[in-house]
């Protein structure tokens, strides 16, 4: 029996629109800091508020989209919230202070936290059932990518062109997101069972807002982005610290690298044999590759290091991603994205500061080598809070059954 059709030109067209909204905000990661510092006579401080606003903004608006999401149907909000993100990337060019700055990235934010829901809500939609974790793997892999893309692009602008050309490209990336995002056809069928019967009123209960289903592994992804955020955030000063600045750039090449190569057996294997078959070994993986960095003091190990994680944490995030997914009501998927996101980006918000805090006393070298370790803990908080309770998909059972 031939498998039902994942890459149809909807799930292309909603991945490559990520792949521009994601590739905005790394762009917009890198360089901002850089332009408060030098520009806007920022220091540090203001640097960091520069990212942590836009991170708050976007946790606000997720929860509140997933509601619209289940109220409004998914396409109609899909197309504001790119809209509101193209229009947050075209007004870099007029803020002169700190604080007027700070209020777009406030902006600009809440259109990230609408956009990233809705996308991945729309995926959810579109991506077959017997092939969920396969096709959720490919759509973290468009981010992935643009997390590699958009450092190398925004900082080769800002030094070679000049902040104007910057902020250009900019707006040239977050308006191919919006012109491909308006191509997508979600089908009528998926439309209506994405959309909660109506209420009078907007509600703002617990339960409109987040997706109870969803909050377990949410949290379990919140504590391995703890660690993953070490890596997003100080990866490069501790290469800069061991003397590795030339190959730094290269860290996140061969952790994409390594994704694309893997992706095409590991969503398969997840919709084949379970989370539990998959997760357990990717984040012994990731604990190894995390070990392997506390001591890289050469460029092989450095990106040694890149590899194993790119193998383990970029199989573990779209499979925690996919769990929430699957275990939601169909017309809750959309609240069950932005409940996974919301609690996975306070992860990250609060891991980037108390890393920087803890990697400051002990060095970053320590900082690793007990992030593994912590990895390796994290597996006796994803058995409890999900691996126990595991099932066995119906194919593999099927499988089991007819050999």
Request: proline fraction near 3%; charge should be neutral.
């Amino acid at each position: 029996m031939s498998k039902p059709a994942l890459w149809t030109k909807d799930f292309i067209f909603v991945s490559v629109s990520n792949f521009f909204v994601f590739l905005t905000f790394y762009y917009l990661l890198v360089t901002l800091p850089i332009y408060t510092i030098e520009d806007l006579q920022g220091g540090g401080t203001e640097a960091g508020l520069i990212v942590t606003v836009f991170l708050i903004s976007a946790i606000i608006s997720r929860p509140l989209t997933g509601n619209w999401i289940s109220r409004y149907g998914t396409k109609v909000i899909f197309i504001i919230s790119l809209t509101l993100f193209f229009l947050g990337a075209a007004l870099y060019f007029f803020p002169s202070t700190i604080g007027s700055l700070l209020v777009l990235r406030f902006f600009h934010g809440i259109g990230f936290g609408m956009v990233t829901t809705a996308t991945g809500t729309i995926v959810a939609n579109i991506i077959p059932d017997s092939r969920r974790g396969e096709g959720m793997g490919y759509y973290a892999l468009f981010m992935n990518l643009a997390m590699v893309m958009g450092p190398f692009l925004g900082l080769t602008a800002m030094q070679n062109w000049g902040i104007e050309v910057t902020f250009t490209l900019t707006t040239l990336c977050a308006f191919i997101a919006l012109g491909i995002g308006v191509l997508v056809q979600l089908p009528k069928a998926k439309e209506d069972a994405s959309l909660a019967p109506k209420r009078e009123k907007m509600s703002f209960r617990f339960g409109d807002m987040f997706e109870a289903s969803a909050v377990k592994i949410s949290l379990v992804g919140a504590f391995f982005a703890i660690t993953y955020s070490s890596i997003l955030s100080f990866v490069s000063v501790y290469a800069n610290d061991n003397g590795l600045a030339e190959v730094s750039s290269f860290f996140f090449v061969v952790y994409a690298a390594v994704l694309l190569l893997s992706r095409p057996f590991t969503g398969k294997w997840y919709d084949r044999f379970g989370a539990n078959v998959i997760i357990y070994p990717a984040l012994v993986i990731f604990a190894v590759g995390m070990f392997i960095l506390s001591g890289a003091h050469t460029a092989l190990l450095f990106l040694l290091a890149a590899g194993f994680i790119g193998l383990g944490w970029g199989t573990v995030f779209p499979s925690f991603q996919t769990i929430a997914i699957q275990e939601a009501p169909p017309a809750k998927r959309g609240v069950a994205t932005a409940t996974f996101l919301s609690i996975f980006d306070v992860g990250i918000g609060f891991g980037s500061f108390i890393v920087g805090v803890i990697g400051g006393q002990i060095g970053f070298s320590s900082l690793y080598f007990y992030g593994s370790f912590f990895i390796l803990a994290g597996i006796l908080l994803y058995y409890f809070l999900h691996g126990s309770n595991h099932q066995v998909p119906a194919t593999t059972q099927n499988l089991s059954n007819n050999s």
